[in-house]
T-cell receptor
Framework: DAGVTQSPTHLIKTRGQQVTLRCSPI?????VSWYQQVLGQGPQFIFQ???????GRGNFPDRFSARQFPNYSSELNVNALLLGDSALYLC???????????FGPGTRLTVT | EDQVTQSPEALRLQEGESSSLNCSYT??????LFWYRQDPGKGPEFLFT???AGEEKEKERLKATLTKKESFLHITAPKPEDSATYLC?????????????FGSGTRLQVQP
């Protein structure tokens, strides 16, 4: 079975631009979470969606937004990019009743 | 606020030299404690979930244990391929959120 997939793999953007990252969960999983991981630190929670509704939000500014589609895939949008947004963005999927989260390979975002 | 502290930050072992990694946590109502392995530039790979004090899980050369305040990841006779960053995370059970709170990880290097 395919695991969590994310696209693109790498992305380079300029300060002030906007970016959209995409995630497809494991087949049968209806919950998707997004995390930001800067170098040398553990992942930090950004959003969780299940059944297409936002169920949790971490301590991130309103420049960050997300949505989940009817097929349970998800997009993370970041507006007005700052240098500090450079990080590995991770998507994780889980079943509704399960607690384990399975991560994708991540999207490496570089803001110049 | 949920908190996770991992120690040591980095650990260098000789092949075959057993050791333990520590994860101390504070959380309001533990739903689960998770261990992940992360290779450079990749997403975290799920290893174990522990739910209650006294629980133990094993996989190959790894064994995870849990008390009310900390978890240990024991590595027995490690091999160079065990070199990676090991992440610990907790999930609170007293809210509907499923967000994971991560520690900063322990970077393990196993030398042949």
């Amino acid at each position: 079975d395919a695991g969590v997939t994310q696209s693109p793999t790498h992305l380079i953007k300029t300060r002030g631009q906007q970016v959209t990252l995409r995630c497809s969960p494991i087949s049968g999983h209806k919950s998707v979470s997004w995390y930001q991981q800067v170098l040398g630190q553990g992942p930090q929670f950004i959003f969780q969606y299940y059944e297409k509704e936002e169920r949790g939000r971490g301590n991130f500014p309103d420049r960050f937004s997300a949505r989940q589609f009817p097929n349970y895939s998800s997009e993370l949008n970041v507006n007005a990019l700052l240098l500090g947004d450079s990080a590995l963005y991770l998507c994780a999927s889980s079943s509704i009743g399960g607690s384990e989260q399975y991560f994708g390979p991540g999207t490496r975002l570089t803001v110049t | 606020e949920d908190q996770v502290t991992q120690s040591p930050e980095a650990l260098r072992l000789q092949e075959g030299e057993s050791s333990s990694l520590n994860c101390s946590y504070t959380v309001s109502g533990l739903r689960g404690l998770f261990w992940y392995r992360q290779d450079p530039g990749k997403g975290p790979e799920f290893l174990f979930t522990l739910y209650s004090a006294g629980e133990e899980k094993e996989k190959e050369r790894l064994k995870a244990t849990l008390t009310k305040k900390e978890s240990f990841l024991h590595i027995t006779a490690p091999k160079p391929e065990d070199s990676a960053t090991y992440l610990c995370a907790v999930q609170a059970g007293d809210t509907g959120r499923r967000a994971l709170t991560f520690g900063s990880g322990t970077r393990l290097q196993v030398q042949p």
